[in-house]
C-alpha cells in the first residue's frame, strides 16, 4: 500500500505501515485523541483498514462455493469432453479404480485445470475488489481525512485547528511510539433527536498482527464510552443513545468482536458496490449497534 502523506508544518509521527515497531523504543502502550503529529497516521491506518477488509473479502471470494463450483465445473467439463470411460464393471467401485486406471492422465490434467480456473476466477473477481475499495479509499484521501474524522487532516497538520472537540471523537491506541490502532465516531445528524444521540463509527482497526490481542474489543468500549460522555454532555442523564456501524457480511473478526460487546445487527443490505459481489457470492452490508442510557448515580 502507497503511503498517504498530509502536508503540514507540525512533524508526523511515522506512519510507516510496512515497518517492524521499533523494539528499542519503550515498551509503553496508551490512548490519545487525534492530535497534529498523529495526521499522517490517522489517515494511513484508515487506509489499511480498508485494505485488511480488501483482502478478506479476497480470501472469502476465494474460498466461497461458487468459486469452488465454478472451478470444480471447468474440471468435470474437461474430463467429460476427454476421458475413456469403461465398459463391463460389476461394481461401483471397480467402475472407478478403473476409470482412475484408464485415465490417470486425465485426472492429473483436471487437476491442473482447477488450480489455473480458480487463478482466473480470482483474478478476475480480485480486480472487482480493487475497484470497490479503491473508491472508498479514493473518498477519504480527497477529503483528507474529513470524510472519516470530520476535520480536514492536511488543516490539522499544519496547526490550523484550534480547540476542536471533534479531536476528542478520535482514539488512537499507540505502542512503543507508534500508531497501531484507532477507532473514529461522528453522530448522525439525521438520526439524532433531542431525546436520543446516534453516533456512527466511521473508521475501526488495527494493524493486523495486534487483531487478536483484544485492542479492538478495547475501542469498542471507548467508543461506548465516548458515546455516553457526549449524551451526557447534550442532553443530561436519563436519555437513551445509540451506536452504529456498517459491517461488511465477511468481516467476521469485527462482527466477532461487536457481539462479545453487546451488539446485535439491526438491517441488512444490499452490496451495491458490486452486483456480482452481492449476487453471485452474497455478499451484504450489515448494520449494527447498540441502544443504551446513562444514568448517573444519585446522591444519597
Given at each position: 500500500?502507497?503511503?498517504?502523506?498530509?502536508?503540514?508544518?507540525v512533524k508526523q509521527v511515522d506512519a510507516s505501515l510496512d515497518k517492524p515497531i521499533d523494539k528499542d523504543a519503550p515498551p509503553t502502550i496508551y490512548g490519545s485523541k487525534l492530535k497534529p503529529?498523529?495526521?499522517?497516521?490517522?489517515?494511513?491506518?484508515?487506509v489499511d483498514f480498508l485494505r485488511q477488509q480488501q483482502s478478506e473479502a479476497n480470501k472469502y471470494l476465494l474460498w466461497n462455493k461458487t468459486t469452488l463450483l465454478g472451478s470444480f465445473t471447468?474440471?468435470?467439463?474437461?474430463?467429460?469432453?476427454?476421458?475413456?470411460?469403461?465398459?463391463?464393471?460389476?461394481?461401483?467401485?471397480?467402475?472407478?479404480?478403473?476409470?482412475?486406471?484408464?485415465?490417470?492422465?486425465?485426472?492429473?490434467?483436471?487437476?491442473?485445470?482447477?488450480?489455473?480456473?480458480?487463478?482466473?476466477?480470482?483474478?478476475?473477481?480480485?480486480?472487482?475488489?480493487?475497484?470497490?475499495?479503491?473508491?472508498?479509499?479514493?473518498?477519504?484521501?480527497?477529503?483528507?481525512?474529513?470524510?472519516?474524522?470530520?476535520?480536514?487532516?492536511?488543516?490539522?497538520?499544519?496547526?490550523?485547528?484550534?480547540?476542536?472537540?471533534?479531536?476528542?471523537?478520535?482514539?488512537?491506541?499507540?505502542?512503543?511510539?507508534?500508531?497501531?490502532?484507532?477507532?473514529?465516531?461522528?453522530?448522525?445528524?439525521?438520526?439524532?433527536?433531542?431525546?436520543?444521540?446516534?453516533?456512527?463509527?466511521?473508521?475501526?482497526?488495527?494493524?493486523?498482527?495486534?487483531?487478536?490481542?483484544?485492542?479492538?474489543?478495547?475501542?469498542?468500549?471507548?467508543?461506548?464510552?465516548?458515546?455516553?460522555?457526549?449524551?451526557?454532555?447534550?442532553?443530561?442523564?436519563?436519555?437513551?443513545?445509540?451506536?452504529?456501524?456498517?459491517?461488511?457480511?465477511f468481516d467476521k473478526d469485527l462482527r466477532d468482536a461487536l457481539k462479545k460487546k453487546g451488539f446485535s445487527p439491526i438491517k441488512t443490505f444490499k452490496y451495491e458496490e458490486s452486483r456480482v459481489?452481492?449476487?453471485?457470492?452474497?455478499?451484504?452490508?450489515?448494520?449494527?449497534?447498540?441502544?443504551?442510557?446513562?444514568?448517573?448515580?444519585?446522591?444519597?
Amino acid at each position: 500500500m502507497a503511503k498517504q502523506v498530509v502536508k503540514g508544518t507540525v512533524k508526523q509521527v511515522d506512519a510507516s505501515l510496512d515497518k517492524p515497531i521499533d523494539k528499542d523504543a519503550p515498551p509503553t502502550i496508551y490512548g490519545s485523541k487525534l492530535k497534529p503529529e498523529f495526521a499522517s497516521a490517522a489517515l494511513n491506518l484508515s487506509v489499511d483498514f480498508l485494505r485488511q477488509q480488501q483482502s478478506e473479502a479476497n480470501k472469502y471470494l476465494l474460498w466461497n462455493k461458487t468459486t469452488l463450483l465454478g472451478s470444480f465445473t471447468c474440471a468435470l467439463l474437461y474430463l467429460v469432453s476427454k476421458s475413456t470411460f469403461p465398459r463391463g464393471s460389476k461394481s461401483v467401485s471397480g467402475f472407478f479404480v478403473q476409470y482412475a486406471y484408464m485415465n490417470t492422465k486425465e485426472l492429473i490434467t483436471a487437476g491442473i485445470v482447477i488450480v489455473i480456473s480458480s487463478s482466473v476466477i480470482f483474478t478476475l473477481l480480485s480486480r472487482v475488489t480493487e475497484n470497490v475499495f479503491s473508491k472508498k479509499i479514493d473518498a477519504i484521501v480527497k477529503t483528507e481525512g474529513e470524510s472519516v474524522f470530520d476535520v480536514n487532516l492536511n488543516k490539522l497538520s499544519a496547526d490550523k485547528v484550534k480547540g476542536s472537540e471533534v479531536l476528542e471523537n478520535t482514539q488512537i491506541i499507540v505502542y512503543r511510539d507508534t500508531p497501531i490502532a484507532l477507532a473514529a465516531i461522528m453522530e448522525n445528524k439525521h438520526l439524532s433527536t433531542e431525546d436520543s444521540l446516534v453516533m456512527g463509527v466511521t473508521t475501526i482497526g488495527a494493524r493486523r498482527v495486534y487483531l487478536k490481542s483484544g485492542v479492538m474489543e478495547d475501542l469498542i468500549d471507548w467508543a461506548l464510552l465516548r458515546t455516553k460522555d457526549l449524551q451526557y454532555r447534550k442532553h443530561g442523564n436519563g436519555k437513551s443513545m445509540k451506536l452504529l456501524l456498517d459491517v461488511c457480511s465477511f468481516d467476521k473478526d469485527l462482527r466477532d468482536a461487536l457481539k462479545k460487546k453487546g451488539f446485535s445487527p439491526i438491517k441488512t443490505f444490499k452490496y451495491e458496490e458490486s452486483r456480482v459481489l452481492n449476487s453471485l457470492y452474497g455478499i451484504r452490508r450489515e448494520l449494527w449497534g447498540v441502544q443504551f442510557r446513562f444514568e448517573a448515580h444519585k446522591k444519597e
